[in-house]
């Protein structure tokens, strides 16, 4: 995804600094995983954020170093085997690339009842989340 798109989308966020090429292909190693070219363009771009998306949807995304602890204190392979958590709303819902599927969609799932069963699909690319993030 191009820099001024993400720029764009990002504008009412704090951002953090961008993530390293070590730091992506350790999470990625970590899960086992390829991250998409436009996670891994999102995370050259800021390691990951805090703030509105679209028109009022509020979004934490971790970064790469938060991604195996926050997994594994969220017991997310227990209860959810197949996602990767990757971020939040900040409040009941946990934001996740669905690692059962090849080109890795974005679905939701509540941190309290997380089952697969709960899972909700957001976006088919996380380009597309942070576009759709004002229908979120």
Known sequence: MPWKRLELLTSRMRLATPATNADISNA??????????DYKDFLNY???????IGKDTYVMLWTPSELKHLNDAYE????????LLFGSNGGGEAFAFDLRQPHLPVVAVPFVGMELDAIEPLAETFSEFLEKGWEL
């Open 28 to 37: 990625e190693l970590a899960f086992d995983t390829e991250f998409s070219a």
């Open 46 to 52: 800021a390691a990951g954020g805090e703030g509105v």
């Open 76 to 83: 997310v392979s227990r209860y959810a085997p197949g996602l």
